[in-house]
């Protein structure tokens, strides 16, 4: 299932893979393998350190908060329509979104900053789709031919016989025909284009599209290849929820960002291999911009937080004595909504929640990332008078009979650390990229897979192609499993917490609270 080639240092791409589709964990903790020399020599290969940046960092606290508008993307309109690929005779209608270079002020104070986005914006424009109502979009590489960002030839993917530049587009949360999926391999290089079918046949959730080529992803996103995609249904919409221009997607990620306006990314103290395991900015940018300011009325908001971060996991509050309401997640709504004082975000995860800023007429809260604000909303009563409601009850989630299942399958996950205890390689099922497919599940069945981390982080679990439900976490002894290979158990099952009702990705937890049964169908 999980393909990993044996290069220096290469990609985990396609952790969590599915039906050849690689997964969201490349934006995260990724991992390269020394060459295929064996692992004793291998364990003795020190991880090359993180180099001190060669240009001067802005460092934002020295910038004034709130004083640039916070930006909402525009929503995306057909260009004309198209056959439906899989109804000859249908005409869908056709999204045109074109990757290419810009600049844009991430804040009043900088310098234009050169980034690459979809239609030359960053995030990209807002698709807005509708249940069991199929598209097609049309990814179209209008790029540069150089990249601006650091590549590692060294890594699976990125030869130095492939073009720098290349795309391909992955619609993360779609149910697609592996097609459309946005599969790694499949890039395309500047001056080509490629097709993708949405049939749109899921739930109404909030999913993100971002780029996916093999090698590069954490560049082509870092570079704003990223934006939202919401599927509405009419069940959703019945509920009354906020909506229209009370219904903000929220995309949030961080960056570095050089004095004179260029994105900086971090790099090895290695000229030949600058590829680093994690990358953590000091800017935290909310759709695009650094500490900006929204216009809000005395009324609820529906706030979709999306985090688009390579390595961040953010954990957000308001200011005020403001409690987040979270009506939905990855895939789609709760069964009922959940107050909460925090929300935690992992790379990739979602969560849609309500505010209500009624009673705060001429007042100011703050978005805060761990009590840090860094986004302002500021209430203004214009007139207008809140019909939206929060129903008690969302929808009705049915769990799977664990009896169903057809077949239990265990996978690990696993790091190789150098003598300094530093990630050399981390593999899903102990595979390499290039490997067999050794998970073949068949289709309209249902299995439990228990993924048991043997690492000591947190690590988003992303399946293609499919949606699961978490059954239970549960304590294990790593010291018995690296000995026999045998789960022992060290604590009774942990029921899923009330947020993670529905179907959707969940984080495999560090070894003493990590080993976690969950569905995929």
Not at 236 to 248: F, I, K, R, V, W
């Amino acid at each position: 299932m999980t393909r990993i080639n044996p290069s220096r240092r290469q990609f985990l791409r396609g952790l969590f893979d599915m039906v050849g589709a690689a997964t969201a964990a490349e934006l995260g903790l990724l991992a390269w393998s020394a060459p295929a020399i064996g692992d004793e020599k291998m364990a003795r290969m020190a991880m090359p350190q993180l180099a001190a940046p060669n240009v001067p960092l802005v460092n934002p606290v020295t910038l004034a908060r709130f004083v640039d508008p916070l930006p909402l993307p525009a929503v995306a309109k057909p260009v004309g329509q198209r056959s439906d690929p899989t109804h000859p005779g249908k005409q869908l209608p056709l999204y045109r979104m074109e990757m290419r270079a810009f600049k844009a002020q991430l804040h009043r104070d900088l310098p234009p900053t050169p980034l690459w986005g979809y239609n030359g914006s960053f995030p990209g424009p807002t698709l807005v789709a509708r249940r069991n109502e199929p598209l097609l979009i049309e990814w179209a590489n209008a790029l540069p031919k150089k990249h601006f960002l650091p590549i590692d030839h060294t890594i699976h993917g990125a030869e130095r016989s492939k073009p720098e530049v290349r795309t391909v587009a992955h619609v993360h949360g779609a149910r697609v025909s592996p097609s459309s999926d946005g599969y790694p391999e499949e890039w395309f290089e500047p001056g080509r284009s490629a097709v993708s079918h949405y049939p749109n046949a899921q739930d109404a959730a909030t999913l993100w599209y971002h780029d996916h080529a093999m090698g590069i992803t954490r560049l082509n996103i870092y570079a704003g290849l990223l934006g939202a995609y919401l599927i509405e249904d009419d069940a959703e919409q019945a509920l009354n929820l906020p909506t229209a221009d009370c219904d903000l997607p929220l995309i949030l990620c961080d960056r570095l960002i050089a004095k004179d306006g260029q994105l900086y990314y971090p790099v090895s103290d290695d000229p030949d291999a600058p590829w680093v395991s994690e990358c953590n900015g000091n800017a935290i940018l909310c759709n695009g911009k650094l500490y900006p300011f929204t216009e809000v009325e005395p009324r609820r908001y529906r706030l979709r937080l999306i985090n688009a971060a390579n390595t961040r996991f953010y954990e957000l509050s308001l200011s005020n004595g403001l409690a987040f309401m979270q009506i939905a997640s990855d895939q789609g709504l709760l069964a009922a909504p959940l107050t909460r004082s925090h929300v935690t975000l992992y790379p990739a995860e979602r969560a849609d929640v309500i505010v209500d800023f009624s009673g705060m007429d001429g007042k100011q809260a703050q978005l805060r990332q761990q009590g840090d604000a860094i986004m302002e909303f500021r209430v203004r009563d214009r007139g207008r008078k809140d019909t939206s409601a929060v129903p008690a009850t969302l929808r009705t989630i049915e769990r799977m009979a664990e009896a169903s299942a057809v077949r239990d399958r265990v996978l690990t996950l696993g790091e190789q650390d150098d003598a300094g205890g530093s990630p050399m390689m981390m593999m899903l099922g102990g595979k390499h990229w290039s490997a067999p497919i050794t998970e073949d599940p068949r289709q309209n069945t249902t299995e439990i897979w228990s993924m048991v981390n043997l690492t000591g982080d947190a690590h988003p679990m992303h399946l293609h192609l499919v949606r699961f439900q978490v059954l239970e976490r549960r304590p294990f002894d790593l010291f018995v499993w690296n000995e026999s290979k045998t789960l022992k158990y060290t604590g009774p099952a942990i029921p899923p917490r009330a947020r993670r009702d529905g179907l959707e990705r969940h984080r495999a937890r560090r070894p003493r609270h990590g080993h976690t049964h969950h569905r995929q169908v």
